[in-house]
């Protein structure tokens, strides 16, 4: 039955179902189908549509943003859980290190305050680099606080509940300052989610059967920390505890957005670093522009020729409005013709676009104006730029867009 929908499927133009017997089924939920509903009639809806009662599969299209978290908290447990269910094929661990330098899941070294419950545990909130300072209207200060994993061992990172990010500026009491969800989010599965280290994170993804994309993220803390735990030591450990799970390197695609951990990569693990992944944030350059190659050097040819494969920049620096419809930016062009393959980042991490197009939509103000652009952006990244996966933060989405419209794993 399954061979008969993936080839109604594409004698209709679409729903190109992976004919995998071995890959599980996913539940993509309602969110891609209200996505398909907010968007205009044409011949992409047409083909959308089509797929609205097939069964979903797995696809390595399908990354998986820190988990699911446009619903549950991000890194935890239950945020990977959902995003695996979704049909996500890779899933990513952020990585940063503890007191006791260990490895665990977060999007950033010192996001502690605002991304799990360390402000209600008063032996653990008393570690904390900068303690929970609450807002004084009277002056106009905001609420505050800094807590960093670097401030508390692993067994103590474990005890913690993480949470949906976000703070309360205005807050008077810690327990008001992370109750800061942002309001088109949702605390449905905020329920005490466990956080994961990065061994924990690899054993569930083995589990599962995903592959695997961490990115070691950028010390917030002076290095060499402790004296002696170097820049090169923490991208060392990240591979280590692949190999020592026996995790293949075809299995893994290192992150980073320091250059000098790709380097460090493609130099001493080479069989890791033949997939790695740099994080490009050359837009932050005084002058960057997607379409002056200038702006952004060294230029797409001199990081192939340095060992480079996949380059992944924010959605907006690929794309542009031109005459009514979204098209490539010369940046997008210039990677395509080096050779390099390209990730995109990051889809649902933003609010509701009727809202207005937020950062990641910046080069499509007129086209992003509501959420069915999500589809249409999806669509030009996949079929005209060309791109290997996309990042989301419900994977669901990309899950159905990539059995639909995209040839078979």
């Known amino acids: 039955m399954r061979y008969v929908i993936f080839l109604l499927g594409i004698l209709l133009g679409g729903c190109q179902v992976t004919p995998k017997a071995s890959e599980p089924l996913a539940q993509v939920g309602p969110r891609p189908l ?23 599969y797995r696809s390595e299209f399908s990354l998986a943003h820190r988990g699911a978290p446009l619903m549950f908290p991000e890194h ?9 269910d979704m049909g996500a094929g890779i899933a990513e661990c952020d990585v940063t290190f503890t007191a006791d330098l260990q490895l665990v899941c977060r999007h950033a070294q010192c996001d502690l305050h605002q991304t799990t419950d360390i402000l209600l545990r008063p032996e653990l909130a008393a570690k904390c680099s900068i303690p929970f300072t609450p807002a004084d209207p009277a002056t106009g200060r905001v609420a505050n606080a800094r807590c960093c994993t670097s401030d508390i061992t692993a067994d103590e990172f474990s005890q913690l509940c993480a949470k949906m990010d976000g703070v309360n500026p205005a807050a ?22 466990a956080p994961l280290t990065h061994r924990q994170s690899i054993a569930l993804f083995q589990q599962q059967g995903v592959k695997m994309i961490p990115e070691l993220k950028q010390p917030e803390v002076p290095m060499p920390f402790q004296q002696q735990y170097t820049q090169q030591y923490f991208a060392q450990q990240l591979i280590d505890e692949y ?21 460090y990569w493609l130099e001493h693990e080479p069989e890791f670093g033949h997939q790695a992944v740099w ?18 050097q060294p230029s797409m040819a001199a990081l192939k020729a340095a060992g480079l494969n996949i380059i992944a920049p ?6 542009r409005e031109q005459d009514g419809t979204i098209v490539l930016t010369e940046y997008a062009k210039a990677a395509r013709a080096a050779g390099l393959n390209i990730i995109a980042w990051s889809l649902e991490r933003s609010a509701p676009l009727a809202k207005g197009a ?8 007129l086209l992003a104006r509501d959420d069915g652009a999500i589809l249409q952006v999806l669509h030009v990244l996949a079929q005209d730029v060309g791109v290997i996966g996309v990042f989301s933060d419900w994977p669901g989405t990309t899950t159905f867009y990539a059995n639909c419209l995209l040839a078979p794993e």
Request: hydrophobic letters at 35%; proline letters at 8%; charged letters at 20%.
């Open 76 to 84: 935890s447990r239950a945020s990977y859980q959902a995003a695996i």
């Open 243 to 263: 190999k020592a799970a026996g995790v293949a390197p075809s299995q893994v695609y290192l992150q980073s957005f320091n250059w000098q951990d790709i380097l």
């Open 34 to 56: 209200y996505l398909l509903s907010q968007l205009p009639e044409g011949d992409l809806k047409q083909r959308l549509e089509v797929c609205r009662q097939q069964p979903f």
């Open 314 to 319: 924010p959605l907006w620096v690929l794309l």
């Open 279 to 296: 994080l490009d944030e050359r837009y932050e350059q005084p002058g960057f522009d997607p379409q002056q190659p200038q702006s952004w």
């Open 172 to 193: 008077m009491l810690a327990k008001d300052y992370i109750a800061g969800t942002p309001a088109w989010r949702s605390e449905l599965y905020s329920q005490c989610a």
């Open 358 to 365: 937020d950062w990641y939509y910046q080069s499509l103000p």
